[in-house]
């Protein structure tokens, strides 16, 4: 008895406390969310599981003790390599030509980054975050995981994992949270809009397009070109025509292995010593704020530009939702939305996609943005 007694005080289960029992539940949660309700599979398994393996005491599989999960942690995340290889295998995902044939709709990837910035003043000025706090909250509105992850681990390292699940979260509940909104903030008669069709796109474009954008955007923000500048040369390689090994890895085999590493080892960073404040609960009722306040900015920026758009050109200003950078879902929210209320006649799904691949870009400007003010 004395050997079974000795056993079970140096075993996990003696040091269990209420917190760990309660992080476990979380990934659980996140966990079931993934394999039940679809919610962003590939990204809720790993960091639900990496948060059940970071509460289990002794085990050593959080992100900050010394097992292999920390070893990811540190060179993945710390080091700032997964993400941006996120960014590579996006760039060869992303056809950027639908925003091209209608170069207006960059501008609502750009109003739909509002929400970033109104949740970071926010922070700061109502809930006492420090500035690299709450900018590292507010970019939660852009809906990009990876650039959520790519600036708190620079501004706010002990924030990641509450700041990581609720970017990954709100993305997946993008069809349940837009919609609302939209309905709220168009009439029927905009959603009836039916934009004309966008203008053909050249290859040579299409080619010049990520080489150019590239080497402004990096020239005018230097601390965006790890993200940036990896989105673009993934676009290279798709739209190059002649590398298609390194299209079907860098958008394939590479970017699944990285979304593994990424997944757990921000999942391991939720620790219950970590997580278990009140300051997790603003974290999330901020994500929210950040992420309406981004779906409504793209609206109500696309409903100012048709005032000054001659009949037959105006935008329908659903696409605006679209403009958070959660692609492609956020366009075919907007698809099934505005197809649903006008029972079929108008389906905006390329449109949607304009706004959708500026929002990348967008919320990579933005966390540059703030690297430079604040890094």
Same mark, same amino acid.
């Given at each position: 008895?004395?050997?079974?007694?000795?056993?079970?005080?140096?075993?996990?289960?003696?040091?269990?406390?209420?917190?760990?029992?309660?992080?476990?539940?979380?990934?659980?949660?996140?966990?079931?969310?993934?394999?039940?309700?679809?919610?962003?599979?590939?990204?809720?398994?790993?960091?639900?599981?990496?948060?059940?393996?970071?509460?289990?005491?002794?085990?050593?599989?959080? &992100?900050?003790?010394?097992?292999?999960?920390?070893?990811?942690?540190?060179?993945? =995340?710390?080091?700032?390599?997964?993400?941006? *290889?996120?960014?590579?295998?996006?760039?060869?995902?992303?056809?950027?030509?639908?925003?091209?044939?209608?170069?207006?709709?960059?501008?609502?990837?750009?109003?739909?980054?509002?929400?970033?910035?109104?949740?970071?003043?926010?922070?700061?000025?109502?809930?006492?975050?420090?500035?690299?706090?709450?900018?590292?909250?507010?970019?939660?509105?852009?809906?990009?995981?990876?650039?959520? !992850?790519?600036?708190?681990?620079? *501004?706010?390292?002990?924030?990641?994992?509450?700041?990581?699940?609720?970017?990954?979260?709100?993305?997946?509940?993008?069809?349940?949270?837009?919609?609302? =909104?939209?309905?709220?903030?168009?009439?029927?008669?905009?959603?009836?809009?039916?934009?004309?069709?966008?203008?053909?796109?050249?290859?040579?474009? &299409?080619?010049?397009?990520?080489?150019?954008?590239?080497?402004?955007?990096?020239?005018?923000?230097?601390?965006?070109?790890?993200?940036?500048?990896?989105?673009?040369?993934?676009?290279?390689?798709?739209?190059?025509?002649?590398?298609?090994?390194?299209?079907?890895?860098?958008?394939?085999?590479?970017?699944?292995?990285? #979304?593994?590493?990424?997944?757990?080892?921000?999942?391991?960073?939720?620790?219950?010593?970590? !997580?278990?404040?009140?300051? #997790?609960?603003?974290?999330?009722? *901020?994500?929210?704020?950040?992420?309406?306040?981004?779906?409504?900015?793209?609206?109500?920026?696309?409903?100012?530009?048709?005032?000054?758009?001659?009949?037959?050109?105006?935008?329908?200003?659903?696409?605006?939702?679209?403009?958070?950078?959660?692609?492609?879902?956020?366009?075919?929210?907007?698809?099934?939305?505005?197809?649903?209320?006008?029972?079929?006649?108008?389906?905006?799904?390329?449109?949607?996609?304009?706004?959708?691949?500026?929002?990348?870009?967008?919320?990579?400007?933005?966390?540059?943005?703030?690297?430079?003010? *604040?890094?």
């Amino acid at each position: 008895m004395d050997i079974l007694a000795k056993l079970f005080q140096q075993s996990g289960f003696a040091h269990l406390a209420w917190g760990n029992w309660v992080m476990i539940l979380v990934g659980g949660v996140l966990i079931y969310l993934a394999i039940s309700k679809k919610y962003e599979p590939l990204l809720l398994i790993p960091i639900g599981f990496g948060t059940i393996m970071a509460n289990l005491p002794l085990a050593g599989m959080g &992100a900050y003790d010394s097992g292999i999960i920390a070893l990811i942690y540190d060179q993945g =995340i710390k080091t700032e390599l997964l993400p941006p *290889l996120i960014f590579l295998g996006v760039g060869v995902l992303t056809d950027f030509r639908p925003l091209l044939g209608r170069p207006l709709t960059f501008l609502l990837g750009a109003a739909a980054q509002l929400g970033i910035f109104v949740a970071a003043l926010g922070a700061a000025y109502l809930l006492n975050f420090d500035f690299k706090e709450a900018a590292s909250i507010g970019i939660i509105g852009g809906a990009d995981g990876p650039t959520s !992850i790519f600036l708190a681990s620079q *501004l706010a390292p002990h924030l990641l994992g509450p700041i990581a699940v609720a970017a990954y979260s709100y993305m997946s509940l993008v069809p349940v949270i837009q919609p609302p =909104i939209l309905r709220l903030m168009t009439s029927r008669k905009e959603r009836m809009i039916d934009m004309p069709q966008a203008i053909p796109i050249s290859r040579t474009a &299409a080619i010049l397009f990520p080489v150019v954008t590239g080497i402004v955007t990096c020239l005018a923000i230097p601390s965006s070109a790890p993200l940036i500048g990896m989105l673009m040369f993934g676009n290279l390689i798709r739209e190059s025509g002649v590398t298609e090994r390194l299209r079907k890895t860098a958008g394939g085999a590479l970017i699944d292995i990285v #979304t593994i590493f990424l997944g757990i080892a921000v999942g391991a960073t939720m620790g219950a010593e970590q !997580i278990l404040n009140v300051r #997790t609960l603003y974290i999330l009722l *901020l994500g929210v704020v950040a992420f309406s306040f981004s779906t409504a900015g793209g609206i109500a920026f696309a409903k100012l530009l048709n005032l000054f758009l001659r009949p037959g050109r105006k935008i329908n200003p659903c696409i605006g939702a679209a403009g958070v950078s959660a692609v492609p879902m956020a366009a075919r929210v907007v698809q099934q939305f505005v197809s649903r209320e006008t029972d079929g006649r108008v389906n905006p799904l390329m449109p949607a996609m304009g706004p959708n691949v500026a929002g990348v870009i967008g919320s990579a400007v933005a966390a540059g943005v703030f690297l430079t003010l *604040l890094g």
